[in-house]
């Protein structure tokens, strides 16, 4: 079970003192999303998300342009960065107007509660909110308590698979984390398609994956699971129940193996540049890719041999 402790972690100054001038607006500003999640699990947040309740979109424009210069990445939608470790939105309401992962009108909304505000994310564990200057937690969806069990649970059963990157975001999150998925939140997974990602999103996930969790096993497991090989990667897929040489390969067959070459040279890139550790998780998943083609030509080798055989006694 993993621990949970909020600890006294480095917020950004530029962070709070944002909170204030949102606080002197009449608003409130609150963290968001994975740098609280990671805080309560111990570790230091990389990237800071802020959203800013009770203030109108073109106050919290003039709030921003006193903190220096402004990059926009939804106008329309009120999300903005602030250098390239904090992004500041407004709450956000978001209506499925199209197939797939973008198929949103997304409208920000300043007086928006806590709970339809949290609704709209992913996982419990990513829909909990802290006041960066009293350090008050709200937690709507009691992600806390998930985050204790180490279980990811969708918020909402209902909106879950409007979003279909949130499949392949659950793999790489229970790889990281070493998370179990929630029942319910698994058969939400396995009914949703996946032909609508485009491929920098699919590689955007599986590279945390590979890269991020200690036991990348962990996560081709679940996508497994998840009925993600089955849609994305049949290369993979094609690996499960291919049999190996007992005497060499006692662990299983060829996707147990490559689960555990994986693993292994995980923990070997650590001190490599990200392009190296790039090519080597990619080359150990790949590595047995021929294995079922192989065995594919030498069986229809051995059937050509037969027959002739076969056919060289006939009368």
């Known amino acids: 079970m993993p621990a949970l402790l909020m600890m006294n972690l480095k917020v950004p100054e530029k962070v709070v003192k944002l909170a204030e001038a949102v606080r002197a607006a009449g608003g409130r500003a609150l963290l968001v999303g994975g740098c609280v999640r990671d805080e309560l699990m111990s570790t230091q947040p990389k990237d800071w998300d802020l959203e800013v309740y009770g203030v109108e979109p073109a106050g919290l424009r003039e709030l921003l342009d006193q ?18 470790d904090l992004d500041v939105s407004l709450p956000r309401r978001e209506r499925k107007t199209g197939r797939g992962h973008r198929g949103f009108v997304i409208e920000g909304e300043p007086a928006m509660t806590f709970v339809d505000a949290t609704a709209r994310r992913d996982f419990t564990i990513n829909a909990i909110l802290k006041d960066p200057l009293t350090g008050e937690i709200i937690d709507p969806h009691h992600g806390r308590d998930d985050l204790k069990s180490g279980i990811l649970r969708a918020v909402s059963l209902d909106t879950f698979g409007e979003d279909s990157l949130r499949v392949l975001r659950a793999a790489q999150f229970a790889a990281r984390f ?19 990602l485009p491929a920098e999103r699919i590689w955007g996930e ?16 679940w996508l497994h699971a998840l009925g993600v090989l089955d849609q994305l990667f049949p290369e993979i897929r094609a690996l499960i129940e291919v049999p190996q040489d007992s005497e060499w390969h ?31 998780m990619l080359a150990a998943l790949s590595h047995d890719f021929g294995n079922q083609r192989r065995r594919n030509l030498l069986t229809a080798a051995c059937v050509r041999v037969a027959m002739k055989k076969r056919a060289s006694r006939l009368p």
């Not at 599986?206 to 497991?221: D, H, M, N, V, Y």
């Open 250 to 280: 006692p662990e299983g067959d060829v996707f147990v193996h490559t689960r555990l070459v994986i693993d292994r040279a995980r923990e070997l890139i650590e001190d490599l540049p990200y392009a190296k550790q790039v090519t080597v």
């Open 206 to 221: 599986t590279e945390k994956l590979l890269l991020r969790a200690q036991r990348p096993s962990i996560g081709l497991g």
């Open 178 to 196: 070493e998370f179990r998925i929630e029942p319910e939140t698994v058969v939400l997974c396995r009914a949703i398609d996946l032909s609508d």
């Open 67 to 84: 903190f220096g210069s402004v990059n926009v990445v939804g106008e329309a939608f009120t999300v903005y960065k602030l250098g390239a």
